[in-house]
């Protein structure tokens, strides 16, 4: 018996479903199949669907075993919140007013007038803001800026200005700038401050209509590619001066994440999507890329006043779900609804994803999608080639106590997987198994040190981590 309860609250859907008296309709393991999978990935997460799907002599469907995954660049290639920015700046779809946008822009900077550093002009965020804020009342007051599609017609207009590229390019300037000087608690929550203004539902739209439009563009190879916009050489009142930003243009959900999130559905396994992105758009490329069996989506918010979003992060709902917010939130809404057991499977990405990918008791398989990482995500695919090495088995690795970690390799070049582990960058001409970082991390495992306790040293050998509660702790 499945229990099936269906609640909404702030944007997330949590899905759960009873059916008294419910037999499964399949005797045997739905499969992955794709030719597009690394050999090893694929045997490991058939294995896993193998051992803890409906099929298991132990599997209880009132219990039913749950993955969770990160999206940004796991479930996606590369990310759906940064590409949603781009769209959004292009079509002008804000709904915050003109005398608001400065405090928007700098809503959560510890200190606003904090020198940036030499790779940032020695400028400052109240200046850039400043500068943007200014540009975008111009693009208000002449009609362009609507949180619905009512503009459109006049995009030519003023993609083609002055105003526009001004106010694009330093906010654009600015979310890179934030990121790369800032902890990740500020810069995350940062970017969905755009949001200001509307509602769930106008989010949800302004992301489904983003996501439905690359979803074709993706399909040529020639979408993906690095892009520049930079801001007029002589701008009236501009205080910052020309600036120039460089983004990654591509997002995609790939054939063969579709294909493991059906399986998983069907072998009776759950699938939670847990995000640092904000939580309609992730529900909004749920439905845009048409990923199956998703049961659930945790993923940041804001508060609300008179139904419509605010500058404030909502921490009375959970934490923010970047870095150890997303085990905090995963235990807060999701475990509740599995007698508090934790995810057999995870998937993961970067740094933000190490501590929910660690912590777990019960988890068995972390899929990592390779990205090359120096961060703490790099030491989990330096484990990841270790046990390869060692050609250890999913039952191995459980008998050790130890989570199986495993490698998939893409070519972002195109935005399609590939059946080995290497990863070749958007932009770059040769593939990458592992950082520098990565492979002295894989020396020292080879050297003696286990895979427990190089996760325990996490803190140590990035300084990413203030603390660590430990390997299989939860």
Same mark, same amino acid.
């Given at each position: ?255 063969? &994440?579709?294909?493991?999130? !059906?399986?998983?559905?069907?072998? %009776? +396994?759950? @699938?939670? #999507? ?92 972390? &899929?990592?999608?390779?990205? !090359?990482?120096?961060?703490?995500? %790099? +030491?989990? @695919?330096? #484990? ?91």
């Amino acid at each position: 018996m499945r229990l099936f309860k269906s609640m909404f609250c702030a944007g997330i859907l949590l899905a759960v479903f009873t059916v008294a008296g419910l037999a499964q309709a399949q005797d045997k393991v739905t499969l992955l199949t794709s030719k597009n999978w690394d050999p090893i990935v694929k045997a490991t997460l058939n294995d896993t669907m193998t051992r803890f799907g409906h099929t298991a002599r132990d599997y209880d469907p009132s219990i039913r075993p749950y993955a969770v995954f990160d999206f940004d660049n796991t479930v996606s290639i590369l990310d759906v919140e940064e590409q949603l920015a781009i769209y959004q700046l292009e079509h002008l779809r804000f709904a915050i007013k003109p005398d608001k946008m400065y405090e928007v822009l700098t809503t959560g900077i510890p200190d606003v007038n904090m020198d940036l550093g030499k790779d940032y002009g020695n400028l400052t965020v109240a200046k850039v803001a400043r500068d943007a804020a200014a540009a975008y009342k111009r693009l208000y007051d002449k009609g362009y800026v609507a949180a619905d599609t009512s503009r459109q017609a006049r995009q030519k207009e003023w993609l083609a200005s002055d105003d526009w590229k001004e106010f694009a390019t330093k906010a654009r300037w600015l979310y890179s700038a934030i990121g790369d000087t800032m902890d990740v608690s500020v810069s995350y929550p940062w970017i969905t401050y755009w949001f200001t203004g509307m509602s769930p539902k106008e989010v949800y739209t302004l992301a489904y209509t983003a996501f439905t439009d690359y979803a074709k563009k993706s399909e040529k190879a020639d979408f993906w590619k690095k892009c520049k916009w930079t801001s007029p050489a002589s701008y009236p009142g501009s205080v910052a001066g020309s600036l120039s930003v460089s983004y990654n243009q591509g997002i995609t959900v790939s054939p063969e &994440l579709l294909e493991l999130f !059906a399986a998983l559905e069907a072998n %009776g +396994i759950d @699938a939670w #999507i847990c995000s640092a992105s904000y939580v309609d758009v992730i529900n909004a490329a749920v439905k845009a890329f048409n990923i199956p069996g998703v049961d659930g989506v945790v993923a940041m918010t804001n508060k609300k006043v008179n139904g419509v979003y605010t500058n404030e992060y909502d921490y009375d709902f959970h934490a923010q779900t970047q870095g150890p917010g997303k085990a905090e939130s995963i235990d807060k809404v999701v475990r509740p609804l599995y007698r508090n057991q934790g995810p057999v499977l995870v998937a993961f990405d970067s740094q933000g994803d190490f501590n929910f990918c660690t912590v777990y008791k019960d988890t068995v398989t972390g &899929l990592g999608l390779n990205r !090359a990482r120096k961060d703490d995500a %790099g +030491i989990l @695919a330096a #484990i990841a080639v270790y046990q390869n090495q060692k050609k250890l088995t999913l039952a191995d690795t459980m008998k050790s106590g130890d989570i199986r970690y495993v490698l998939q390799g893409r070519n972002e070049n195109g935005g399609k997987l590939w059946a080995r582990p290497e990863v070749q960058a958007l932009g770059k001409k040769s593939p990458e198994l592992l950082s520098a970082k990565a492979e002295g991390w894989l020396k020292m495992l080879n050297e003696g040190t286990t895979p427990a306790q190089l996760v325990n040293k996490a803190p140590e050998l990035t300084g990413k981590l203030k603390t660590f509660e430990g390997y299989k702790t939860r």
